[in-house]
């Protein structure tokens, strides 16, 4: 029961303008409602076919298409008044002029991952519109260069497919969920199975083009190092819309190693995890041994670049409690390793390119880092909270390697040197009204990692966003940064405030916004 539920969760968990497009660039937002307005003002740049009012037909359908967490279809849910599918730069470009004319602000979706669902939803009473990234999804491979052109709305199996089919001596580093939108992965960091080998995505972004907050469509050298800084680990739709990235593709061997160990509290899987958090982080960054901890039973589960014959010897000489002998070894080609991973034996190459997720369901979701190893006893009292009414999964991530060697302030991504694992609380549930106990376990269990997590600020990672850590407060039609710090500076550390001037630079007025986006700092 509990091996199909850990696969249940690994399958659940898993943003060039046109010589036609005439575009002027707008000045300040006028005041109050301009929906009417803002329609009008969309019609004359971009095909009616693409703009989707509550009225239109497909509009719930499309609104709909790329949610994960059901507890957002609810009939409250504050929903955008358009929703515009853009296919080229230049409609973008024009949703964001018009909404800048016609007060209409805009959120941009990816994929639709994005815990909060801010990039489809608002918290509260709000005149917005989507930008739906789907159509979007273009991957554009230079083999002998090793980089590829992937836009915003591509999901990562498309990504990792595209490579693979054309050169297969190379992959891409980002994460484990296949469908999971480019845009918004690659804008909070985004990392996965070779973090540790090749860090994270956004680590080996290399270009970008940019909608800015004027309309205007900008690439790395005409949007300055500074906002091509923000972009790369900020958060999302914080700064302007990206249409598209330029990444470093990396090699991978012809041949890698998954292997997938289960142990129990009567295999003595205590200890294993109390050895496992300072093992995992220092073992040869061609490693990663991340844990599924869920009931009264653990999941390890590894990715090696490289051969059985390499790796059990490596784990007899490094980590030998855990058992691991030639019988769990799984070789295959890393495109294969890909499918593998979430969806086990089943999956195939093909299932890279199925843009829905098989599961979606009612979920609460958390993160911590951790700098310093957890006690045993501690451990022991963590099983015991897993196994309460409500209880989720525990899923542990090792840094060391790569990921831990880059500067803290490279990217906004903070989470570098000295930090030993990150841990994503994750608690889903099937059936509108079950969610009170779920909530309550996660935030309780929240509460008692408190003493054992990072400090001054407790860490949290972007892309496992959390409205529990705070929200903005709009003042004068701008979020304030003090409002910000509260939430931003556990996403940031003090990153946060060089993305606040950015913030102030590129976007005064504070037109991209939502609940959890940086705030500008002037001064």
């Known amino acids: 029961m509990a091996t199909s539920r850990a696969s249940a969760l690994a399958l659940l968990l898993c943003a060039c303008l046109s010589a036609s497009c005439h575009v002027a660039i707008s000045g300040p937002p006028i005041p109050g409602p301009g929906k009417d307005d803002f329609l009008s003002c969309m019609t004359r740049s971009v095909p009616p076919r693409l703009l989707l009012a509550k009225s239109s037909p497909a509009y719930g359908a499309t609104w709909s298409s790329t949610i994960r967490n059901l507890k957002f279809l609810s009939d409250k849910t504050v929903r955008p008044l358009y929703i515009i599918t853009p296919t080229d730069a230049c409609h973008i470009q024009s949703a964001v002029v018009c909404g800048r004319r016609h007060g209409v602000r805009l959120r941009v979706r990816s994929g639709g991952h994005d815990y909060e669902g801010l990039s489809y939803r608002s918290d509260k009473p709000e005149q917005f519109a989507v930008v739906d990234l789907s159509r979007m999804r273009q991957v554009r491979i230079d083999g002998k260069q090793a980089t590829a052109w992937v836009d915003s709305g591509a999901q990562l199996g498309e990504i990792y497919y595209a490579v693979n089919k054309a050169t297969p001596k190379l992959g891409f580093p980002a994460g484990v969920c296949a469908t999971i939108g480019v845009g918004g992965h690659f804008s909070g960091g985004g990392f996965g199975m070779m973090l540790r080998k090749y860090g994270t995505a956004a680590d080996n972004v290399i270009d970008a083009k940019v909608v800015d907050a004027n309309g205007k469509l900008l690439d790395r050298k005409a949007m300055g190092e500074d906002l091509f800084w923000a972009i790369r680990g900020g958060g999302g739709s914080s700064f302007g819309i990206v249409v598209s990235w330029q990444v470093k593709l990396v090699p991978v061997p012809p041949t890698v190693t998954v292997f997938q160990i289960h142990k129990g509290l009567k295999d003595g899987v205590v200890d294993l995890i109390a050895k496992w958090q300072q093992v995992a982080p220092s073992l040869p960054e061609d490693l990663m041994i991340r844990i599924m901890a869920m009931g009264q039973e653990a999941l390890f589960e590894a990715l090696f670049l490289g ?210 986006t940086i705030p500008p700092l002037f001064k």
């Open 307 to 516: 051969t059985c014959k390499d790796l059990v010897p490596l784990m007899n000489a490094r980590f030998p409690e855990l058992g691991m002998n030639p019988s769990h070894c799984n070789e295959m080609s890393w495109i294969q390793s890909v499918p593998y991973i979430p969806l086990g034996k089943t999956g195939t190459v093909r299932d890279l390119l199925n843009r829905t997720s098989n599961i979606r369901a009612f979920g609460k979701y958390k993160s911590d880092y951790v700098r310093d190893p957890i006690p045993k006893g501690v451990w022991e009292t963590i099983f015991t909270w897993l196994v309460k009414p409500g209880a989720g999964v525990m899923i542990m991530d090792p840094y060391g390697g790569r990921i831990s060697s880059v500067p803290e302030d490279a990217t906004p991504f903070p989470h570098r040197q000295g930090m030993l694992f990150n841990i994503q609380y994750v608690n889903y549930w099937f059936g509108e009204g079950a969610g009170a106990l779920p909530n309550q376990w996660s935030r309780d269990m929240y509460a008692f990692m408190e003493p054992y997590v990072t400090k001054n600020p407790r860490q949290a990672y972007v892309n496992y966003r959390d409205l529990d850590l705070g929200v903005n407060q709009v003042v004068g039609d701008v979020s304030t940064y003090e409002s910000g710090r509260v939430w931003g500076e556990k996403y940031f550390k003090g990153n946060f405030q060089r993305l606040a001037k950015i913030k102030a630079k590129v976007d005064p007025q504070d037109y991209f916004r939502n609940e959890q």
